[in-house]
Nanobody, 124 residues
Framework: QVQLIESGGGLVQAGGSLRLSCAAS????????MGWFRQAPGKDREFLAT????????DYAGSVKGRFTISRDNAKNTVYLQMNSLKPEDTAVYYC?????????????????WGQGTQVTVSS
């Protein structure tokens, strides 16, 4: 069993930055690929970024590529999402997720564990 707890959300002005953290419990973190997703009111959950278990492979959705960076520290059982140049349309609840495999993944259905989410609000 893996428990995930996100933190770092909040209110920021457009053009600002935030860094989200996701702390994982359990001994399987270093063998789990991780992902970040978000969901805005009335919209489907959207894939943002994924990272392989070793951290050597990452990928991003086109909407955040060049602005967001996913990283992980396996010694701390934590995955991060650095978000720069934030826009009002980035406003959403942000979730981290873990899957029981090493390779990165894009679809929410392949992730077995989810955090409770953290709210990010970007004002114009």
């Amino acid at each position: 069993q893996v428990q995930l707890i996100e933190s770092g959300g909040g209110l920021v002005q457009a053009g600002g930055s935030l860094r989200l953290s996701c702390a994982a419990s359990g001994r399987t973190f270093s063998s789990s690929a991780m992902g970040w997703f978000r969901q805005a009111p009335g919209k489907d959950r959207e894939f943002l970024a994924t990272i392989s278990c070793g951290g050597d492979s990452t990928d991003y959705a086109g909407s955040v590529k060049g602005r967001f960076t996913i990283s992980r520290d396996n010694a701390k059982n934590t995955v991060y999402l650095q978000m720069n140049s934030l826009k009002p349309e980035d406003t959403a609840v942000y979730y981290c997720a873990a899957r029981g495999a090493c390779s990165r993944a894009y679809y929410f259905s392949v992730y077995s564990y989810w955090g409770q989410g953290t709210q990010v609000t970007v004002s114009s």
